[in-house]
């Protein structure tokens, strides 16, 4: 959304109350409610990509003009925020929330079960903003989440960055599940069909003489990972170096 300075910040704050407010009241004349766009807009996203997501598209989808979403949500961006807002509703459902007993467990907790709703939906790392309007259902997560690292030693500002840590490693390794995902499909080769036509090259140009460590770590790596590019085990090992470095931070707190 384009505009004044002065009209920016009261497009942030018709964005964060429409995220507050009700969602399911019919608006217009059309008797859509935002709910109805919202749910347009992510299953567009969800099935056609990011690229596919427009006003045009959103409209045709519903059935309804393109100029009608403006009557309901005022611009694509608020509509995105809604969309991302939304996609977090069901990510801890009662029951389910993170081990607050047990800080390493819970956040293991939170970086699974975060990795696992950025793999169920690939648009939502694409479309989600840096500065985050925190509608309700993110609000949610991001409590039940700080409770993990609440009174373990950490400063307040520590345990907002712990937390910005494990998601970031998160949003990483989904970015890379996404984009294999991505690549096998155009190339309809999986990693194992992958190195079968790769290796007799790599063979040839890689000369152990000039690249010993990339022909000895490699062919180690490759061996552990069964041939898979990137894995689970590649993403747990990158959370439990990050929990051990949260973990070196607590160690040196006085324990007065």
Not at 1 to 30: D, N, Q, V, Y
Not at 52 to 73: D, E, Q
Not at 99 to 105: E, G, Q, S, V
Not at 192 to 221: K, N
Request: net charge negative.
């Amino acid at each position: 959304m384009t505009g004044s300075g002065k009209e920016r910040p009261r497009a942030l704050a018709e964005t964060m109350s429409l995220l507050w407010a009700s969602h399911s009241r019919a608006i217009g004349r059309t008797g859509m409610s935002i709910n109805d766009f919202v749910d347009a807009g992510i299953s567009l996203a969800q099935q056609d990509g990011v690229a596919a997501l427009s006003v045009r598209n959103i409209a045709s989808r519903l059935g309804v003009r393109a100029m009608a979403m403006y009557t309901v949500v005022p611009s694509k961006q608020t509509l995105i925020a809604l969309m991302v807002d939304k996609a977090y509703r069901g990510l801890y459902p009662d029951g389910s929330e993170p081990n607050p007993m047990d800080w390493r467990a819970g956040m293991r907790d939170v970086a699974r079960a975060n990795l696992a709703l950025h793999n169920a939906h690939p648009w939502l790392h694409e479309l989600m903003p840096v500065r985050s309007p925190m509608g309700p259902y993110e609000a949610r997560k991001h409590e039940l989440e700080l409770r993990v690292v609440d009174k373990i030693g950490l400063t307040d500002f520590e345990m907002d960055q712990s937390l910005a840590l494990v998601r970031t490693h998160v949003i990483h390794s989904s970015r890379i599940d996404s984009q294999l995902l991505k690549e096998r499909e155009e190339s309809g080769l999986d990693d194992s069909e992958w190195w079968l036509e790769a290796m007799p090259v790599l063979e040839r140009v890689y000369d152990p003489r000039r690249f010993p460590l990339i022909v000895r770590v490699g062919t180690a790596a490759n061996a552990e990972r069964d041939e898979e590019f990137w894995g689970q085990e590649i993403f747990e090992f990158g959370l439990e170096r990050i929990l051990d470095g949260i973990a070196s931070v607590i160690a040196t707190r006085d324990p007065k």
